[in-house]
């Protein structure tokens, strides 16, 4: 058994890179390569690379299925890859798990609390999992529970705790080791806006005033843009764009115009792609919608109405946007449902 000087060590020159024109060294928080999981002839991960470095909020973003949740049981050591390595807070997830979990506090997708406990009872039992004495578990239950505002319902059983007090006792179980890395797999799922809201802002605070890492998945695209200074968007188990919010937005680099009518959509189709102030044309088979990419938007609406009045085409509604994350995640992904 190494002792502590060697772990440290082994610990420190493993997340220790250097980037292209860098001088000195970059921690990373989480490292992972080419990560790979497979279930029988179902891929769910297919090689994804990522990085996060410490005291920085990374999103996850992906459709149903493309491999978010996997990549984070991966990282919290609970399943193993088929293939790839990845380490976390400096140790490998597979072959030194049991450090792994020192440094890092996990909240998950669906809710695991016991309903007949009490939301103190929660927080203390897991405490005691990981030996904290009790005058430990008894000062950081104290100030977190204060984080979250459940003072007031601490003794009270958790069953009667609405959607929005479960998700904050999580957050506060997910806190109590004092973690490193703290992973939130959809935390805010469905919850009303003031919940959302409340949730955004202690994790903006862990981030800035305690330099938590933070690594979470989420479904909307409003919440990445306003946590997360990193986005990485995976599909079919695959990282396929990461970047900063504006960044990932400004690759579109155009305005917005979204129509939706009836009558021959792919002659219009093709009459506006090639239109050369178009740069791109996306299509929602689900609701007939067409998506086009230009510059000077409003300039461009009548001679777009005007087209579809000479193609057979009638103009049912049109609206214009500015590029958002959403459309940056529909460009990547593609319109069709998932299941």
Known sequence: ??????????????????????????EV??????????????????GIDLKVLPHTIYALLGPNGAGKTTTINILTTLTPPTAGTARVAGYDVVQQAA????????????????????????????????????????RRISQLVELV???EALDRRVKTYSGGMKRRLELARGLLTDPEVLFLDEPT???????????????????????????????????A????????????????VEG????LVATLGAEAIHISGKGDKQAFSEKL??????????????????????????QRLAEIISLANTNAFTVEDISLAQPSLGDVFLHYTGYSLRD
């Open 29 to 46: 928080a989480i490292l992972a390569q080419g990560l790979e999981k497979r279930y029988g002839r179902v891929q769910a991960l297919a």
């Open 225 to 240: 843009e306003a946590l997360a200074s990193t986005v990485g968007i995976v599909d079919h188990g695959k990282m396929v």
């Open 1 to 26: 058994m190494p002792d502590e000087q060697d772990e440290q060590l082994d610990r420190s020159s493993s997340i220790s890179v250097t980037e292209e024109g860098a001088n000195e060294p970059q």
């Open 99 to 138: 450090q792994v979990r020192r440094y890092i506090g996990v909240t998950f997708q669906d809710l695991v609390l016991d309903q007949d406990l009490s939301g103190r009872q929660v927080l203390d039992v897991h405490g005691q999992l990981y030996r904290l004495d009790r005058a430990e578990r008894q």
């Open 244 to 247: 900063t919010p504006a960044r």
């Open 189 to 223: 799922q469905g919850l009303d806006p003031q919940n959302r809201a409340g949730i955004w802002k202690y994790i903006l605070e862990l981030n800035r005033q305690r330099g938590l890492t933070l690594l979470l998945t989420t479904h909307y695209m409003e919440e």
């Open 273 to 298: 792609k090639a239109l050369e102030f178009v740069e791109r044309l996306e299509t929602s088979e689900e609701n007939d919608t067409l998506h086009l990419f230009v510059d000077n938007s409003r």
């Open 149 to 151: 505002q459940l003072e």
